[in-house]
C-alpha cells in the first residue's frame, strides 16, 4: 500500500530535550517537505526536500533542522524544542508539482 | 510569494450545493489545488485544476478562472461525512504547496 509513515503520533517532551520524528514514504517519491498546523493558521511548510541531500526552508524553518540521506526518508529534528513547537506535524511527500501531496498522518507534539 | 484567501466557515443541510470560494496571489501560476481535512486526520488530496474551466469528481467540481486568480470547490448533494475541513493550495517552488487557511464546512441534518 502506498503511504507515508509517521512516528510518533503523539509525543509529549519538555523544553530543551532534542528530540526526531520520523517519516518515510514507499512511493519513490523525490519531493518530501515538513509542515505544522496550528489553530486558525492552516499548514505552514517548515522544509522540504527536492531530492537526496537536497533541501530547503519553508516558511517557518526556525528552531527545526531536517537531512535527507536517503530517499525515502525525511526525519524531522527539533534541537532544542520550545512551547511555541507545540503542534500537529505532518510529513508529505509527491511526484511533482501537479500531483497529490500524500501526508502522513501526523504527530500531535506538546513541548511543556 | 505566495497568498490565498478563503471563508472561515460555511454552513448547509444535507442534500444542499455549497461553494468554497479561493483567492489567491502568486508568482508563476501552476495550478489550483483542494484538500480535505477532517478533524485529527490527515489532509487528503481532492482536485487539480491547472486550466482554466470546470473539473468534477462525482460529487465534487473544482473550478479556476486564472485571468482573475480565483477558484471555487463545489460540493453538491452534501452529506454529513462531508463535515471537514477544505484547504485551497498553489505550488511554492518546484514542488511543494502554500495553502490557504482552510474553510470549515458544517453539514447539519
Known amino acids: 500500500e502506498a503511504q507515508v509513515t509517521q512516528n510518533p503520533r503523539y509525543l509529549i517532551t519538555v523544553t530543551g530535550k532534542k528530540l526526531t520524528v520520523t517519516c518515510s514514504q514507499n512511493?519513490?517519491?523525490?519531493?518530501m517537505s515538513w509542515y505544522r498546523q496550528d489553530p486558525g493558521l492552516g499548514l505552514r511548510q517548515i522544509y522540504y526536500s527536492m531530492n537526496v541531500e537536497v533541501t530547503d526552508k519553508g516558511d517557518v524553518p526556525e528552531g527545526y533542522k531536517v537531512s535527507r540521506k536517503e530517499k525515502r526518508n525525511f526525519p524531522l529534528i527539533l534541537e532544542s524544542p520550545s512551547p511555541n513547537q507545540t503542534s500537529l506535524y505532518f510529513c508529505?511527500?509527491?511526484?511533482?508539482?501537479?500531483?497529490?501531496?500524500?501526508f502522513g498522518n501526523g504527530t500531535r507534539l506538546t513541548v511543556t | 510569494g505566495q497568498s490565498l484567501e478563503q471563508p472561515s466557515e460555511v454552513t448547509a443541510v444535507e442534500g444542499a450545493i455549497v461553494q468554497i470560494n479561493c483567492t489567491y496571489q502568486t508568482s508563476g501560476f501552476y495550478g489550483l489545488s483542494w484538500y480535505q481535512q477532517h478533524d485529527g486526520g490527515a489532509p487528503t488530496f481532492l482536485s487539480y485544476n491547472g486550466l482554466d474551466g470546470l473539473e468534477e469528481t462525482g460529487r465534487f467540481s473544482s473550478f479556476l478562472s486564472r485571468s482573475d486568480s480565483y477558484g471555487y470547490l463545489l460540493l453538491q448533494e452534501l452529506q454529513m461525512k462531508d463535515s471537514a475541513s477544505y484547504f485551497c493550495a498553489v505550488p511554492s517552488g518546484y514542488s511543494t504547496l502554500t495553502f490557504g487557511k482552510g474553510t470549515m464546512l458544517l453539514v447539519s441534518p
Open positions: 512511493m519513490n517519491h523525490e519531493y
Open positions: 508529505a511527500s509527491t511526484q511533482g508539482i501537479s500531483s497529490p501531496l500524500h
